[in-house]
């Protein structure tokens, strides 16, 4: 799985592209600002786009689904709790293929309610749960310490720790980075328990 990590818009998102080598059959992470360089990525490759997977519904990271879908006649892909427009509505564990690739849907609220990451091939899509050196603001409708801890210390942190890490925004040192590399350095990921990291957070 190739990994087209675009950098997009004023706010420092990342929109990814990602390419399945075997087939050229590819899907689009959080399409928001500066399409023509999404588009422009796809056909230098030349790929077929399967899918567009929002990470959460904030506009930040959806506001180019319709134009992308438009463009691609690809599918919308959103957590069940999303309240956007969507083709597919995703579940915890659930695997989208495309071509010979595979990703894993894991369901990590906090920052939002329909706040999912994508683990396939080695790497995780973390949208906003975390970010290279913080994680995502829990003070926005739907957030939630207690649910971010939770997502943060009982998923993202049990997972391998050689798992290449792409955030949702460019907020960090580096443009992504791996879960053991967080672990040692990020201070959200520092042990605490539940009270102490809704403390930390300063909201629950």
């Known amino acids: 799985m190739k990994v087209h990590q675009l950098k997009v818009g004023n ?13 050229r059959e590819a899907v689009i992470i959080d399409p928001s600002w500066d399409l023509d360089l999404v588009i422009e990525t796809l056909e230098r490759n030349a ?31 959103q957590h069940e709790s999303s309240t956007l427009k969507n083709d597919m509505r995703l579940t915890n564990g659930e695997k989208i293929k495309f071509g010979n690739s595979e990703l894993t849907v894991m369901h990590t609220p906090g920052h939002s309610k329909d706040s999912i990451c994508l683990v396939g091939d080695g790497k995780i899509f973390s949208g906003d749960a975390l970010f290279v050196g913080n994680c995502g603001r829990v003070d926005l409708p739907g957030g939630s310490a207690i649910e ?9 942190y049990k997972l391998d720790d050689n798992l290449m890490l792409y955030p949702g925004h460019n907020y960090g040192t580096s443009p992504n980075s791996t879960i053991g590399k967080e672990k040692k350095t990020n201070f959200v990921l520092q042990p605490r328990t539940e009270e102490e990291f809704v403390n930390f957070m300063g909201s629950d």
């Open 148 to 156: 971010l801890y939770h997502s943060l210390f009982d998923i993202i």
């Open 11 to 23: 706010m420092q998102n990342f929109t990814y592209v990602l390419e399945d080598e075997d087939t």
């Open 47 to 77: 790929l077929k786009v399967k899918y567009v997977i929002n990470t959460h519904h904030h506009f930040d990271h959806t506001i180019g689904n319709d134009a992308i879908v438009k463009y691609t006649k690809s599918k919308i892909l």
